[in-house]
């Protein structure tokens, strides 16, 4: 990514700069290091730069001010060598942390959490996500408000000199907690409507009968590219994290001829925080209505086994653990010759070696959905009186004729369904 940051520094003529800190602690299922060149693109992302870092391994993070005494004097050092504008921690902080490490340093401290919240309150662009984010926010600042007082400030303004006054934001730092809990009130009001809103498209979907493919994955892996290319849309595609807040969904054609919707997602991500996931789970919970997950991994990333393990535990949290699963392993091209990644093994998951840069690989997934979708149908013969023209119908447009014949008791059919059109005609079911 340090290519991509420079460019961004050459036309921002003062980045903020940063140190990131983090705490090491033993068993932990990604390294100090890995997680905090995560934090680093994160930091990217928010618009700042990373000026240094400091890792301690301890036990735990201090309960006090998250790094030990010795920490931070290092921090201090490094701060008056580089004149960054404040230190950011990759883990979410508790009250007393966020204050304590602020007093210590003397300067504005930002976690994990508050950063990635910035990130989404700079990237949602529709009335839902900038509901879903403030509602994040607020939520992150209302447990924060008890006893720190003026302390708040410190931490306040959005990392790379913006002002994002979206959402949340900076001012409402200064809002007593109950406008606070007031303003969460009329917003989960708001996103309720929203929901029931996209309950009735659901609701029609599945009317409709129209097979739902929701692409899931960590964020960065690819979705957007894919969906683009797989539904011929113009899906926002950034090399940046986050790029997608809102779900979109938009229709293509199999090889079989069967329609389908597919269905981009917000990307998940180690240590996301639960602000995040309360306030989205709404939109989070589309892909348990979805048949197909068609799980987007970057291959070429040396945390790629992690990476899947954070989506699918996400997956199961999200009550969609049991779908259909195509995994693809994505960014092939971008592969060096003896680079390998490891498979985290799951029961009954199809994986596809590809790049969205081949299109080749575009007829692959294509296909390979298809035979996913055929193995959840069932083929059967009726023979329907002609009083009962519309279950013929139905048949026909839901499902693959095989064969097809005029009798003096009605039309026989024999036909290929989903398992649930069987079950509204099986009273003519042929044995």
Same mark, same amino acid.
């Given at each position: 990514m340090e290519e991509k940051k420079k460019g961004l520094y050459e036309t921002q003529e003062e980045m903020e700069k940063y140190i990131l800190a983090a705490v090491e602690e033993d068993g932990g299922e990604i390294d100090a290091e890995q997680s905090l060149d995560e934090l680093s693109d994160l930091l990217w992302t928010a618009g700042g730069e990373e000026a240094g870092r400091v890792i301690q391994k301890r036990e735990s993070p201090h309960p006090k001010t998250y790094l030990g005494s010795g920490k931070i004097?290092?921090? !201090?050092?490094m701060l008056e060598m580089c004149g960054a504008s404040g230190v950011i921690t990759d883990d979410e902080l508790s009250p007393a942390q966020l204050r304590n490490l602020s007093e210590a340093l003397g300067t504005k401290v930002i976690d994990r959490t508050l950063l990635i919240l910035d990130i989404f309150s700079q990237r949602a662009s529709t009335k839902e996500g900038q509901t879903q984010v403030e509602l994040a926010q607020l939520n992150y600042r209302l447990t924060r408000l008890a006893g720190l007082g003026t302390e708040l400030s410190r931490q306040g303004g959005s990392v790379g000199g913006g002002n994002h006054s979206r959402g949340a934001g900076e001012t409402k730092l200064e809002l007593d907690r109950r406008y606070i809990?007031?303003?969460?009130? /009329? +917003? &989960?009001? $708001?996103?309720?409507? +929203?929901?029931? $809103?996209?309950?009735?498209?659901?609701?029609?979907? /599945?009317?409709?009968?129209?097979?739902?493919?929701?692409?899931?994955?960590?964020?960065?892996?690819?979705k957007s590219t894919w969906f683009n290319r797989l539904t011929n849309s113009g899906v926002l595609e950034e090399d940046k994290l986050f790029a997608t807040l809102e779900t979109t969904t938009r229709k293509a054609t199999l090889p079989s001829g069967r329609e389908v919707l597919f269905?981009?997602?917000?990307?998940?991500?180690? &240590?996301?925080?639960?602000?995040? @996931? #309360?306030?989205?789970?709404a939109t989070l919970e589309? @892909?348990?209505?979805?048949?197909?997950? +068609?799980? /987007?991994?970057?291959?070429?990333?040396? &945390?790629?086994? %992690?990476?899947?393990k954070v989506?699918?535990?996400?997956?199961? #949290?999200?009550?969609?653990? #049991? !779908?259909?699963v195509l995994q693809l392993m994505n960014k092939q091209d $971008? *592969? $060096?010759? %003896?680079?390998? @990644? /490891?498979?985290?093994?799951? !029961?009954?998951?199809?994986? +596809? !070696?590809?790049?969205?840069f081949r299109e080749e690989d575009w007829h692959r997934v294509l296909?390979? *959905?298809?035979?996913?979708?055929?193995?959840?149908?069932?083929?059967?013969?009726?023979?329907i009186p002609y009083t009962e023209g519309r279950f013929v119908s139905l048949l026909r447009q839901n499902g693959k004729v095989l064969e097809e014949e005029y009798r003096e008791e009605g039309t026989y059919l024999r036909v290929r369904t989903s398992k649930q059109y069987q079950n509204m005609v099986k009273a003519y079911l042929q044995s």
């Open positions: 004097q290092e921090v !201090k050092a809990r007031q303003r969460i009130d /009329v +917003l &989960k009001r $708001q996103l309720k409507e +929203l929901e029931s $809103q996209r309950e009735v498209a659901r609701s029609r979907r /599945v009317k409709n009968q129209i097979p739902v493919i929701a692409l899931v994955g960590y964020t960065n892996a690819g269905s981009d997602t917000v990307g998940f991500i180690h &240590k996301l925080p639960h602000h995040l @996931v #309360d306030a989205f789970r589309e @892909v348990r209505y979805a048949d197909i997950l +068609l799980h /987007v991994v970057d291959a070429s990333d040396e &945390k790629a086994s %992690m990476e899947m989506t699918m535990d996400a997956m199961e #949290d999200l009550g969609a653990g #049991d !779908k259909p $971008q *592969l $060096q010759e %003896m680079q390998r @990644v /490891v498979i985290f093994p799951q !029961k009954g998951y199809q994986q +596809l !070696k590809v790049s969205a296909s390979a *959905l298809d035979h996913i979708l055929d193995e959840r149908e069932v083929e059967y013969s009726v023979c």
